[in-house]
């Protein structure tokens, strides 16, 4: 038996290992995943305090019950470890690490040069490596495959890489691994084989295309067409505001026509760890070959300038008060990047608590699922959402529409609110400032 059958056979017969690198939002529920279809997992992250938690049963990532760990950690599908050296013992090798921005706004795909060294290291012959992280088009042969074939090792041959993005929607219930489509890329025919062959396992509807590169690009074209279309939606949010016109009554009505229209909502800006930061991969990469990505360069001018928006829209609504925002008690509701999970990341809170600070705010903040957050320098608590504080505020904002805020109770004793989420469908004694 050749290495391809060697692996797809024990990928038939359920034998298979996988390694899963990285366990955060996405390297968990895929390890849990696939350990539920009977695989054996190994999740490797240098977090030790991670590692000793999943290992206890409990997790940290809301859309992973410590119901559907528990059992996998005690029933030995699952186990964590901060070693790379566990690497040895596992047929497939998932990497699921994050891919943030430099300071200049350029990819740092460091955590994943540094896992494939790991994994080089280790030794990839015999195996199925299968990049998840977003990255841009070229990464998976420019970058993993030098290193992976350093050593004489063949691709297609002795080893296999393939490059398959994560869609995971977290928070959300309908769509999950199983059912969600997911799009694959191999190196060579056999790479995408096996890489097909492993995925077949947990998910219904396997999309195979040409190349690692094309797979790359359609994450970043998934990501691009968001975060252009939330820029689309902001400006005409700006131009509603010139023209005297309810942006959220327009797209809604608009949004009645049955083809060639899709909704996308204004807001106070871009958060998370893709949509904000996955079309600059893109942009960069386009820049090395001397193009300019000028959709994504708009969108971004437009997005980022959300929250000085909604900063100036508290500034309106408290003039009418005869108040300045220097000095004024401004409460933020939801903190989140998106309504109903804790994730703060690139949340467009932390730039509006960094504004109000700027202009003499005196901040606090409530979201019941983020206990803390920096911003501004500082280190605030999620406060308590009572009837005095909310009295006590010179103006509420809304940053992230919760699903668990109860709008009757906050319009019942707010003041001044500013809702950049249209969360507000009945004002009752509060005065609303809408986006
Ligand atoms: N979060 C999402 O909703 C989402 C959706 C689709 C795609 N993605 C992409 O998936 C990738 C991973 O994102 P995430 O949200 O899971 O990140 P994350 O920050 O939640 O998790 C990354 C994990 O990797 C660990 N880690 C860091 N360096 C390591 C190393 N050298 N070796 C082993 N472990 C290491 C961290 O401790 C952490 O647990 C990124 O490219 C992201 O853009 C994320």
Redesign the pocket.
């Known amino acids: 038996m050749n290495t391809k059958e060697q692996i797809l056979t024990k990928v038939a017969n359920r034998e298979a290992k996988l390694g899963v ?8 529920p895929l390890s849990v995943a696939f350990a539920q279809a009977g695989v054996a997992v190994i999740g ?4 030790q305090k ?1 590692v000793n938690m999943l290992n206890s049963g409990q997790s940290y ?1 809301e859309d992973v019950p410590d119901t559907d760990l528990a059992p996998l950690i005690k029933n030995g599908c699952f186990r964590a470890s901060a070693d ?1 050296a566990d690497l040895v013992l596992v047929d497939a090798i998932a990497i ?4 943030p921005l430099g300071e200049t706004k350029d990819p740092d795909i460091s ?1 994943i040069i ?2 494939t060294d ?1 994994i080089a290291h280790y030794g990839a012959t015999g195996k199925l490596v299968v990049l ?4 841009y088009p070229g990464t998976t042969e420019e970058v993993i495959l030098p290193r992976l074939s350093n050593n004489g090792d063949q691709v297609g041959r002795d080893f296999f890489l393939a490059f398959s ?6 928070g959300r219930t309908d769509y999950n691994m199983f059912n969600t489509p997911k799009v694959i890329g191999g190196t060579t025919p056999d790479c995408l084989e096996v890489a097909l062959a492993l995925y077949g396992t947990v998910v219904q509807n396997p999309i195979p295309v040409s190349s690692t590169a094309t797979a790359e690009m359609v ?1 970043l074209l998934e990501n691009t067409f968001r975060a252009v279309n939330i820029g689309l939606v902001n400006e005409i949010a700006l131009m509603c505001d010139k023209l005297g016109l309810d942006v959220w009554e327009v797209v809604g009505a608009a949004a009645t026509k049955p083809y060639g229209f899709m909704p996308f909502y204004p807001g106070p800006g871009l958060g ?3 949509i904000p ?2 079309p600059h991969y893109l942009s960069w990469k386009l820049r090395t070959l001397n193009y300019t990505a000028r959709f994504i360069e708009l969108a971004h001018d437009i997005n980022s300038h959300m929250p000085d928006y909604v900063v100036e829209k508290v500034a309106l609504g408290l003039n009418e008060d005869r108040k300045a925002i220097n000095g004024s008690k401004v409460l933020v509701l939801g903190v989140a990047y998106k309504p109903n999970i804790g ?1 703060v ?1 690139e949340s467009p809170a932390i730039d509006v608590i960094d504004l109000l600070e700027e202009r003499g705010a005196e901040v606090t903040y409530h979201d019941p699922y983020v206990e803390k957050l920096v911003a501004a320098g500082i280190s605030f608590h999620s406060i308590k959402l009572t009837q005095e504080a909310l009295e006590q505020a010179d103006c509420v904002v809304i940053v992230t529409n919760h699903a668990d805020y109860d709008w009757d109770f906050i319009t019942e004793h707010a003041g001044l609110i500013v809702d950049s989420r249209n969360a507000i469908k009945n004002a009752s004694k509060s005065r609303v400032v809408r986006l």
Do not use: M, W
């Open positions: 690198v990285g366990l955060g939002y996405v390297g968990l490797i992250d240098i977090d991670k990532v790379f699921c690490l994050p891919t955590f540094n896992a790991q998840e992280s977003t990255t993005p994560e869609r995971i929607d977290p994450k998370g760890h893709c930061v996955d994730d990341r």
